[in-house]
């Protein structure tokens, strides 16, 4: 699976959106990009993910760009609870490992 | 909401006794996984399965390691002897699709069973 680049802390307000960015400028074209987090205490847990077209789902937006080397999560309007550790991972579609490879993420802090 | 439970939710043990960490995956996935995540570092993929056996594991999952599914529910991590390094947040979790591949995507993980070696 190819190499995503993600900030390595992020710090926003309550109830303000909040845009997590993830370069993956050795993406192939059957890579899919997935987001998941992980709140404190707590095993990671599945966001939201993406191929080629924005994706918008109960918990987040996914935006991918025209050209798939970079993505954005959106979280629209940030609450405490989603202060949390936000991984950008490339799944392929075919084959490959079966373990997903969890970088060091974004450490998103939510300011009341 | 279905969910991944894991048991126990903290063990400690003396170096060299076994350890087993057991796990209930959601009852229609067919793939299973162990993670783990040392304190503060990243969470390492440790061991798939698949069709009762083993489909994949990393360098991590030495001899030391096993797991097994002992029946239609279950999934048990094993540490036959374990080290001060095992010290860590164990996640168990399960999914429909193989490594949560193609375009169903989700992995669910359990809140982790921490073990803390003495």
């Known amino acids: 699976d190819a190499k995503t680049t993600q900030p390595n802390s992020m710090e926003s307000n309550e109830e303000e959106p909040v845009h997590l960015p993830c370069n993956h400028s050795?993406?192939?074209?059957?890579?899919?990009i997935h987001w998941y987090r992980q709140l404190p205490s707590q095993g990671p847990e599945y966001v939201i993910h993406?191929?080629?077209s924005n994706v918008n789902n109960r918990m987040a937006s996914l935006a991918i760009a025209e050209d798939r080397k970079s993505s954005t999560l959106i979280l629209h309007r940030a609450t405490l609870r989603d202060a949390a550790v936000y991984y950008c991972i490339l799944i392929g579609a075919g084959g490959g490992a079966d373990g997903l490879t969890f970088g060091k993420g974004t450490h998103l802090i939510i300011q009341p | 909401e279905p969910e991944v439970t894991q048991t126990p939710s903290h063990q400690v043990t003396q170096m060299g006794q076994e350890v087993i960490l057991r796990c209930v995956p959601i009852s229609n996935h067919l793939y299973f996984y162990w993670y783990r995540q040392i304190l503060g570092q990243k969470v390492e993929f440790l061991v798939s399965f698949y069709n009762n056996e083993i489909s994949e594991k990393s360098e991590i999952f030495d001899d030391q390691f096993s797991v097994e599914r002992p029946d239609g529910s279950n999934f048990t991590l094993k540490i036959r002897s374990t080290k001060l390094e095992d010290s860590a947040m164990y996640f168990c979790a399960s999914s429909e699709t193989r490594g949560g591949r193609a375009n169903t995507g989700e992995l669910f993980f359990g809140e982790g069973s921490r073990l803390t070696v003495l």
């Open positions: 993406g191929l080629t």
């Open positions: 050795t993406i192939s074209g059957t890579d899919y």
